[in-house]
């Protein structure tokens, strides 16, 4: 009996006709033989508000208090896809991190899956039942519930599939693959047909959320191949598989991402560049109230396996002739980063993908 672990995203499960959608598509896999195992994200917008919610209390919320929230959008989203399979006359029954002894360690909204116990799984598919898993939650030593980090969900359905054995795991969301840039802001961005755990790691590490970073790491740790697919398509599609192969096997050998989230501070005359959410922390650690926030800074990466120093003196180049202002550049192996202003972001991420992406594909 081999699993197939689904993952479902917040806009996949975003409202109660999708939740219906993501029932159907489970009980007809189970027709065809499969046994699925579902793992789901809060419906979409949900954890913005229930964070948004602690926000806006007051102060600095205790982290662990946070997490027992935030969890809670996980919660009601595997309920409701269980009470759907159950309406649509299927056996359903979901699980919480705990109920899984899902363990982690790691600090509060950033924890990392150190363990889980398949066994409740396996004998609720023993029964005929489809589990749905709550995602981006766990527990930790102390007994604490935790979550994974933002888009924790993936890596619960990584783990979740290295756990039972599952060779594949898919990810089912609002786009139907990887693409060679963030289809909503490069519009002429490829489809790619697979790309490689190191490039689809760096890729998420440098702001393509379609993955959580640590889901590539689990999997290539696991050899478990991952397939991003839209979970809107009515046809079944194949999507981007994310494996062994490289990134150019038929496909542009390059592609963009972006983070948007750093901030320059200039304290007592030296530079630093910092994840906007470390910014408070910092100046309390510094103990320095007049630190000067500069513009909101981005990172602009050009990611693939032709990535290194020559190709970074031609992003440096071609950069300066469309005369988009860039603050620092860096080439490491796999990646050229653009550091740039926020607001120059857009501008970098496509002039980068036309003049680099492209042509390759
Ligand atoms: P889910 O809620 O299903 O987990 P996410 O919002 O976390 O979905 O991730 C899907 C989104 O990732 C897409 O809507 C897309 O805008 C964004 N994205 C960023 N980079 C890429 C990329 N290279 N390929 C595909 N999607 C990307
Ligand atoms: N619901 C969480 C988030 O919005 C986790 C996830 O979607 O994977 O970040
Ligand atoms: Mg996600």
New binding site residues.
């Given amino acids: 009996m081999e699993p197939l672990v689904m993952k479902?995203?917040?806009?996949?499960v975003g409202s109660l006709e999708r939740i219906r959608a993501v029932a159907e598509r489970a009980l007809q896999a189970q027709a065809e033989g499969v046994f699925p195992v579902l793992v789901v994200?809060a419906m979409?917008g949900e954890t913005d508000r229930l964070l948004g919610l602690a926000r806006s209390l007051g102060g600095a919320p205790d982290p662990a208090e946070v997490d027992v929230l935030a969890a809670t959008g996980e919660q009601a989203a595997a309920a409701l896809v269980a009470l759907a399979i159950q309406r649509l006359g299927g056996k359903a029954r979901s699980f919480l991190g705990g109920q899984l002894a899902l363990r982690t360690d790691g600090p509060h909204g950033d924890a990392r899956v150190k363990a889980l116990d398949p066994r409740p799984l396996r004998r609720a598919i023993g029964r005929g039942e489809i589990p749905v898993i709550a995602g981006f939650q766990g527990v930790s030593a102390k007994g604490r519930v935790t979550t994974l980090g933002r888009?924790g969900?993936?890596t619960t359905a990584v783990a979740v599939a290295a756990a039972l054995g599952a060779r594949v795991c898919e990810?089912?969301?609002?786009?139907d693959?990887?693409?060679?840039?963030?289809?909503?802001?490069v519009p002429e961005?490829r489809r790619l047909t697979a790309v490689g755990y190191d490039a689809m790691e760096i890729?998420a590490k440098r702001?393509?959320?379609?993955?959580?970073a640590r889901s590539v790491t689990l999997a290539r740790r696991h050899g478990i191949e991952l397939e991003?697919l839209s979970?809107f398509a009515s046809t079944v599609k194949r999507g981007t598989r994310v494996g062994p192969a490289r990134i150019a096997d038929g496909n542009p050998g390059l592609?963009v991402?972006c983070d948007k989230q750093f901030a320059h501070l200039l304290v007592d005359g030296v530079m630093v560049e910092l994840r906007q959410s470390e910014v408070e922390s910092f100046r309390r650690a510094v103990a320095c109230k007049s630190a000067f926030a500069q513009p909101e800074l981005a990172q602009v990466s050009l990611v693939g396996d032709a990535a290194d120093s020559v190709l970074a003196a031609e992003v440096m180049a071609h950069l300066a002739r469309e005369k988009l202002p860039v603050r620092r550049i860096t080439a490491e192996s796999g990646a050229i980063t653009c550091w740039v202003d926020a607001h120059a972001a857009l501008a970098v991420m496509r002039a980068l993908h036309d003049r680099f992406v492209l042509p390759h594909s």
Avoid at 8 to 12: A, E, L, M, N, Q
């Fill in positions: 479902f995203g917040g806009t996949s994200s979409s888009g969900s993936d990810i089912y969301t609002d786009v693959g990887v693409y060679s840039g963030d289809p909503s802001q961005a890729l702001g393509a959320k379609v993955l959580h991003v979970s592609a991402a």
